[in-house]
């Protein structure tokens, strides 16, 4: 499978984005679709993922109220909605793709993931 990463870009404190991850050769299936972040000189950490089946989500407590993920019917796109963008949200998000329908106990953890898009850039600034 292989997945691309878009919508980052500029905004300032307060905004929203919209990011987007497509996937190409292989359907989702039982997959579960997860969105981590890295911000310069840190760690990847996990945002949020779902589940194709059932559409089981979970965010991280950092983004609740804040974020959402969602998935289209067609099967093949995976939305972040970001709102309230906060200038350390700033950081390269990217998007992965892991076998099974995972709770939250594996579905942050990034070693879980066999697939990954190229990252999207998102800068929270004024």
């Known amino acids: 499978v292989q997945l691309q990463a878009f919508g980052g870009g500029l905004v300032q404190p307060g905004g929203s984005l919209r990011l987007s991850c497509a996937a190409s050769?292989?359907?989702?299936?039982?997959?579960?679709m997860g969105w981590f972040r890295q911000a310069p000189g840190k760690e990847r950490i996990f945002v949020a993922s779902?589940?194709?089946?059932?559409?089981?989500?979970y965010r991280t407590n950092f983004v609740q109220g804040r974020f959402t993920i969602s998935k289209n019917n067609a099967g093949n796109t995976v939305y972040l909605q970001m709102n309230s963008l906060r200038p350390e949200d700033t950081a390269v998000y990217y998007c992965a793709s892991a076998r099974g329908n995972l709770i939250l106990s594996t579905a942050k953890d990034a070693r879980q993931y066999d697939a990954w898009g190229q990252g999207t850039q998102v800068t929270v600034s004024s």
């Open positions: 779902i589940t194709w089946q059932g559409g089981r989500t």
């Open positions: 050769g292989r359907t989702f299936g039982s997959n579960t």
